[in-house]
């Protein structure tokens, strides 16, 4: 690895120390073990956009090992060069610091690279890809130490998992393999336990490494920190104090161009099944007994476990939907759902979505959990806030009801921080109280711009590190929680779809289910 990646690491690093004494005594970057890469789905857009942009700021920032190869295996017909010149113009456009792929440290990036054009049915391209990584064991000293990544869409998972074992892949005389695979898990509960039927029976759980780039966002995985290190959230986490929890994730977009993949998926399936409720897990969860990866995986799936899914009956109370129709996007008109690319003109899909679940255990009982996802809201917002209850009595003249309550805000994107809303007295002779706010900005706070989410998934996979990845058991009982939702909405066609115009806050069905959202 040229010795001007050394240099700017150290260089970074000392920067950072210099400019800011809180980065002092952060311990060093973990550096992944030798291993050969394969991205199946290559040429695709979640592989140039996100995953190859990852693996090359890890090279860049040193943390890579020496051994490294990557493979990509795809349907497009490139050469080697041709596949190293499209990752070369991929990284000109999506490096997320604008950092341009130049000179002895993309050479030597760029020589670890090579490609397959494949066909995902025929075991021949499976063989091909055996040779290929017996090759980089040879060249690179990757050790026998196989890394499968799965970005192709999710029916093709299956092939690609029964050819990986008719071509001996599945494991490695001398090292690990390991595979990860994208979301969406399925698209229902049924589907989702026959894929997991598939992998298992190839692969065992502590080789399985299921995606959610949630989990890799800095402020989720602070969650923990934030609960369990520091001794004075602990003892109001519970419904003696908690009033109820809000988690959002908002998007200004619409479906661009997913219009084919998202009418059969919808804001429940995309966003609700997987990302959100997975932020539910972290915030209720019990104190794992160590940071171990299971010990932390088990107590998220107790949270999940005592969840009791809505009946049939209970679903319309306890849910909202909503489909955007058109409107304005920081002032400029946006066409609505049903005019979307390959959207079809009736569809029935919801853009929106909004839960309120409960907790059946002793520290939540009673407390509503508030889910929502949506589309075409004024701005792209991610956050989970913990209202804790008002005052009991009267105070400086003021009602209870002046009195905002406290609130724990958790910013996810696209400000990465922590606020915390509170009361104190304003100026003066007068007895008055309004609201002030404490903020922590992970930029200010660390002086380091965090890294992308892919970043530290990739890395963890490498390591063999679970932690940030979901367990089968989690995600069965995610789907089971939704699918009463799923089946409901799906048997029930919403007339008045579209319900609420892009650039508002939702449909008024949402603000039914709970009227205190906090703005979007």
């Not at 956009?49 to 860049?60: C, D, K, N, Q």
């Not at 029916?155 to 695979?181: D, M, Q």
């Not at 979307?340 to 899909?349: C, G, K």
Request: contains cysteine; aromatic residues 12%.
């Amino acid at each position: 690895m040229p010795e001007e990646v050394a240099t700017a690491q150290a260089q970074a690093a000392a920067d950072g120390a210099a400019t800011n004494p809180l980065r002092t005594g952060l311990p060093e970057d973990r550096i992944t073990t030798p291993c050969s890469v394969v991205f199946f789905g290559a040429s695709g857009d979640l592989f140039k956009r996100m995953l190859l942009p990852a693996v090359y700021s890890m090279y860049l920032s040193g943390r890579l090992p020496a051994d490294f190869a990557l493979v990509g295996f795809a349907r497009s017909p490139y050469s080697d060069d041709q596949f190293r010149d499209y990752c070369r113009k991929q990284l000109e456009q999506f490096m997320p610091d604008g950092s341009k792929p130049q000179g002895s440290m993309w050479d030597d990036f760029a020589r670890r690279i090579s490609y397959i054009t494949a066909d995902f049915n025929d075991t021949k391209h499976f063989t091909a890809l055996k040779d290929r990584l017996d090759q980089n064991d040879r060249d690179f000293g990757t050790a026998g130490n196989h890394l499968f990544y799965l970005s192709t869409p999710p029916p093709v998972f299956p092939e690609i998992i029964k050819h990986l074992k008719s071509a001996g892949l599945e494991k490695s005389a001398n090292g690990w393999t390991r595979i990860v695979v994208e979301k969406p898990f399925g698209i229902d509960l049924g589907s989702a336990r026959k894929l997991q039927q598939a992998i298992e029976a190839v692969f065992p759980e502590n080789e399985i490494y299921r995606i959610d780039h949630y989990l890799g966002k800095e402020p989720v995985q602070d969650i923990i920190a934030l609960r369990f290190a520091n001794t004075i959230f602990e003892p109001i986490w519970n419904r003696n104090y908690v009033q109820n929890v809000q988690i959002t994730s908002a998007e200004s977009l619409g479906v661009e161009e997913r219009g084919g993949y998202y009418d059969h998926a919808g804001a429940l399936r995309d966003m609700i099944q997987n990302h959100v409720i997975n932020l539910l897990a972290l915030v209720a969860m019990e104190a794992p007994i160590s940071a171990d990866a299971d010990d932390i995986r088990g107590e998220k799936y107790k949270v999940l476990s005592a969840i009791a899914p809505p009946t049939h009956a209970d679903v319309f109370s306890m849910s909202a939907r909503g489909q955007y129709g058109p409107g304005m996007i920081d002032g400029h008109s946006v066409k609505g759902y049903r005019q979307e690319q390959d959207v079809a003109s009736d569809s029935n899909t919801e853009t929106f979505a909004a839960l309120r679940l409960y907790i059946e255990n002793w520290r939540w009982a009673g407390v509503p959990f508030y889910l929502r996802s949506g589309k075409r809201l004024p701005r792209k917002l991610a956050e989970i806030a913990v209202t804790f209850k008002p005052i009991p009595h009267r105070f400086y003249g003021e009602s209870t009801d002046q009195i905002e309550p406290n609130v724990l805000v958790i910013k996810i994107e696209p400000d990465e921080g922590i606020s915390m809303r509170f009361e104190a007295k304003v100026p003066g002779p007068a007895e008055h109280i309004r609201s002030v706010f404490m903020d922590f900005s992970y930029g200010a706070g660390f002086g380091v711009v965090s890294p992308p989410a892919y970043e530290r998934l990739i890395g963890d996979a490498m390591l063999g590190d679970q932690t940030l990845f979901t367990r089968w058991d989690a995600v069965e009982r995610a789907w089971e929680i939704v699918t009463p939702i799923l089946e409901v909405w799906q048997n029930t066609k919403d007339f008045s779809f579209p319900n609420y115009a892009a650039g508002s806050q939702g449909p008024d069905s949402a603000k039914k289910l709970f009227p205190d959202w906090r703005h979007v």
